[in-house]
């Protein structure tokens, strides 16, 4: 059917609007400007040379009003980013992904205070032995195949500082050079102690994501700690030479908590084991830092998760180990109430 050619120009314009509002709308969706928060927690801080690591993102719409936030997609709405200690990014060797334009199947609406996780590991990146700083940026744009209004910005995430060492060197702050082709057990009759240090830098986390965190959370007090043993079937020094010890060959004690209330989860037992990494056997003593520390007798709230590490996990049946080290560790004061590191908890 055609159009009266004698309807008015300005009818035919009004009704061309009126069909293609909907269609305008395709590339010229509203933005949204909540506030968000960007932050990147590695699952450790100190690793071997090519040894790969987990890092979780963590996007939270720290906002009063629902958000859309782009899905956390390598690439595409995140970036992480390496730079060693001359301020040069360590290259990516995982290829390009292919980008599409995006649509409304790509968003993820937060409530305030709801948080979008996503994990990564390390295995797109080569780092030689060094100190390199971790941090990831996520970033979104306009130009998409989408309807609805969302978040358009770019935010970094916390830095993070990682060092990479040498496979089979170790830190020495004492030593004898007549020992080095030597098992230990031979030169420990030396009287001067030797002393691996073993460090790390710990990320902060507040109660509330310590307990998030958390598989096993506790009130009680410290029964009784075992001697330090190395994790060999024996409990003694490895069979290698001092200078062949790694990251795999580690001194250890067991402490034996009695509970007196579960706060997450429980476990039919009145007794909690926990291992923790460090320790004297013989003349050598790992100073492995950021490891808590424990008194016969002291009253304490512990943040416990399994045990994943390969050096130790096999070493005690059901046995925890402290969440994000000394942070998952608070100490019971008088007035009813846990502190560690000027960090004070309200026990009800």
């Not at 709308?25 to 927690?41: G, I, M, P, W, Y």
């Not at 090519?50 to 890092?55: K, L, R, Y």
């Not at 744009?141 to 830095?159: A, F, H, L, R, V």
């Amino acid at each position: 059917m055609k159009l009266n050619k004698r309807v008015p120009l300005i009818s035919s314009v009004f009704l061309f609007l009126i069909l293609c509002s909907g269609c305008l709308d395709v590339k010229n969706s509203e933005t949204q400007a909540e506030e968000l928060d960007f932050t990147l927690v590695p699952d450790r801080t100190r690793v071997t040379e090519g040894e790969p690591f987990n890092i979780e993102l963590v996007l939270t719409n720290t906002g009063n009003t629902n958000v859309n936030v782009w899905k956390l997609t390598e690439q595409i709405s995140y970036d992480i980013i390496f730079v060693d200690s001359n301020g040069s990014s360590v290259p990516y060797e995982c290829g390009v992904l292919e980008r599409l334009p995006l649509t409304n199947e790509d968003l993820v609406e937060l409530q305030p205070g709801e948080s979008l996780k996503i994990n990564q590991d390390s295995n797109c990146w080569t780092f030689p032995a060094g100190e390199y700083t971790l941090f990831a940026e996520y970033h979104t744009s306009g130009g998409e195949d989408i309807t609805k209004p969302y978040w358009i910005g770019q935010i970094s995430s916390n830095n993070v500082s990682i060092f990479a060492e040498a496979e089979n060197k170790f830190s020495l702050s004492k030593s004898d050079a007549s020992t080095r082709n030597r098992p230990l057990e031979e030169s420990s009759v030396s009287d001067v102690p030797m002393t691996i240090s073993v460090s790390s830098e710990a990320v902060y986390l507040s109660p509330y994501d310590l307990a998030k965190e958390s598989n096993l959370i506790l009130t009680g007090s410290v029964k009784e700690i075992l001697p330090e043993r190395w994790n060999t079937p024996d409990g003694k020094f490895p069979e290698k030479s001092f200078e062949d010890l790694d990251w795999e060959d580690v001194i250890y004690r067991v402490v034996v908590f009695s509970v007196d209330r579960y706060l997450k989860n429980s476990l039919p037992s009145e007794e909690v084991v926990v291992l923790v990494l460090g320790g004297m056997v013989g003349n050598l003593s790992p100073d492995v830092e950021d490891e808590p520390s424990f008194e016969p007798g002291e009253g304490v709230l512990l943040f416990l998760v399994e045990d994943t590490y390969p050096a130790t996990k096999d070493l005690e049946p059901g046995h925890f180990v402290v969440c994000r080290v000394f942070q998952g560790k608070f100490s019971l004061t008088e007035d009813g109430k846990a502190s560690s590191e000027g960090e004070t908890i309200e026990l009800e």
